[in-house]
């Protein structure tokens, strides 16, 4: 195989810009690179573990030792942040509801605190990425979604992705069946 062009630039572009994230690290003023693109332009990280809303996700969600370490618990904090990627959605639920368990949680309630934040203007979403929601009937996204994490959490999807014994057998031994479960909500 002969690497083309684009897939050249693909890696120096990927390669330049981990370097940029390591040199940060040592050197917070910068500057970072002399490439004239990545010095005047935002880009995300080469690994998505790096940024700023990965590590909140991994620091103050998922591996906070005040949380439930339960699957299902952890399963539900990673997807409701995950839905919305965003921090100050994160930080407004909690800040009304308390610390959020599926426990305890009740969805309506979740729903109600975000329906008040799109109403006052507040965005819920993270526009790194988009994050479409099915149709299950709600006039809006985020009610969508929130329906779509009470299926997930009803079918305890948790559980039934860790009896999978491989991320493969995880789509294609039925121990989950997520396409074509959540696929069929939208139908």
Known sequence: MTPTLVYEAYWRFASERQAMFLRRLSNPVGPWTADPILSTYRFTNAYRVNDRVTQYLIR???YHPDRPVSPAELFFRTIIFKLFNRIETWESLESRLGQLQ???IDLNDV??????RMDRGHRLY???Y???APALGHARKHANHIALLAQMMKDRL???????PTLREVDASGNWQFCSTYDSLNA
């Open 60 to 62: 103050e969600i998922q």
């Open 102 to 104: 599926w426990s305890s």
């Open 111 to 116: 729903e109600a605190v975000l329906d008040e």
């Open 126 to 128: 993270s526009a790194a």
């Open 130 to 132: 988009i994050m479409p």
């Open 158 to 164: 948790a559980d039934r992705i860790r009896q999978a």
